[in-house]
């Protein structure tokens, strides 16, 4: 897949119709032990708030959780979304993390909402997700992690959690590069679409070393789903494609199972909208996939590569991780 880049895996604990909210964690949880198993480098976690498809509102539980199920993988946010909270409680949070898995505890910061805007205020009256204020309050919290002289946050240890900036934008590469954070960039976000070169030369091009990075350094996600064949792919991503749809129309649902997705997806009618999908969100055999994610990586020169993909069935979920690491060595 990518000349030995590591490889992360990314989970958002979706949830599925039919299934209960308890069930998607749980299913988070059984795939990073899994992913642990096929030899993946990292498993992250998302942030999203009052969506009905995504019930992943608390990353720094699910990590917490993580690091007792774990030994050796590292465990991530992608991201906490920083707007929302004073940096200094994310810093003893991330040091807590820290201590229970020393060495192993990434923490990706994202601006986003996270989702509907009315949220925002629920978790924050009084923020602002305005980039300069981002990046203040990230400067902050770094100072906070870095510690030195400053013996506030505890627990004290003897790493410390390693901060990432996670990027839909140049602005965002922008953001990154100034504070000297590696960089995460998310190729299968729509608002992403054909500006990664860009994003990378801009980042490299600003990059400042810091107390957390001496010299660029870089991940690209991809939404990356793997099957037996090229058609089965294409009937598991089904269920993505009617939620996709579906979003389009302001509806936050549960995914489907392919049998209730598929029938529905055969309209010709959808057939523009999933082609759309298709150019962003990689589905296929694990070779073909591979080799996008190959020649799109190389392209860019990343040094790690992230994935993460949306099925039905927890196997197949599982599955795709696996022949996608199968086809990395």
Request: hydrophobic share 45%.
């Amino acid at each position: 897949m990518t000349r030995s880049r590591p490889l992360i895996a990314f989970d958002q604990s979706f949830c599925l119709a039919g299934q209960s909210h308890a069930q998607a964690l749980r299913d988070t949880l059984h795939l990073a032990r899994q992913c642990e198993g096929f030899g993946y480098h990292r498993f992250w976690v998302s942030e999203h708030h009052a969506n009905g498809a995504i019930v992943g509102s608390a990353p720094e539980v699910m990590l917490g959780a993580l690091t007792a199920l774990t030994c050796r993988i590292r465990l991530g946010a992608a991201g906490i979304l920083l707007p929302f909270y004073p940096p200094f409680k994310v810093a003893e949070q991330f040091q807590v993390l820290e201590a229970l898995a020393p060495g192993r505890i990434d923490l990706g910061l994202a601006r986003a909402p996270g989702g509907e805007p009315a949220i925002f205020s629920l978790l924050n009256p009084h923020g602002s997700s305005e980039r300069a204020g981002f990046d203040a309050k990230v400067a902050e919290l770094m100072h906070w992690l870095d510690g030195g002289s400053d013996s506030r946050v505890l627990p004290r240890t003897a790493t410390r959690a390693v901060p990432w900036m996670l990027v839909t934008s140049v602005a965002g590469a922008h953001s990154a590069a100034r504070l000297g954070l590696p960089m995460c960039f998310n190729y299968s976000a729509e608002q992403s679409r054909g500006i990664e070169a860009a994003v990378f030369a801009a980042y490299r091009a600003g990059f400042t070393p810091s107390a957390w990075l001496e010299r660029p350094y870089t991940a690209m996600m991809f939404f990356a789903l793997a099957a037996a064949s090229a058609e089965q792919a294409r009937y598991l991503f089904s269920s993505r494609a009617l939620w996709r749809i579906r979003l389009d129309r302001g509806q936050r649902l549960p995914l489907e199972p392919p049998e209730v997705a598929c029938p529905i997806m055969s309209d010709p009618a959808h057939a523009a909208r999933i082609a759309g999908q298709l150019e962003i969100n990689l589905v296929g055999d694990a070779a073909g996939v591979a080799g996008r994610i190959a020649d799109i990586a190389g392209r860019v020169g990343t040094d790690e590569i992230g994935v993460t993909n949306w099925v039905y069935h927890l196997a197949d979920r599982v599955d795709s991780f696996r022949l996608l690491k199968a086809a990395s060595s």
